[in-house]
């Protein structure tokens, strides 16, 4: 039985370091990074993303 918890515990951890990594290295202070751009479609009823420089 702990060995089951030890193994869920340690996929949970990559998993939460896994959606930390990209977060971490958008804060980078990169000024030539793309980001990403949303605004509402009012034609289309709903949200219109993009990448910009």
Same mark, same amino acid.
């Given at each position: 039985?702990?060995?089951?918890?030890?193994?869920?515990?340690?996929?949970?951890?990559?998993?939460?370091?896994?959606?930390?990594?990209?977060?971490?290295?958008?804060?980078?202070?990169?000024?030539?990074?793309?980001?990403?751009?949303?605004? *509402?479609?009012?034609?289309?009823?709903?949200?219109?993303?993009? *990448?910009?420089?």
């Amino acid at each position: 039985m702990k060995t089951k918890q030890l193994i869920f515990s340690g996929i949970l951890a990559f998993a939460g370091l896994a959606l930390l990594a990209p977060g971490v290295a958008s804060a980078a202070p990169y000024h030539h990074q793309k980001h990403k751009v949303c605004k *509402w479609d009012a034609r289309h009823h709903h949200r219109v993303c993009h *990448w910009v420089r």
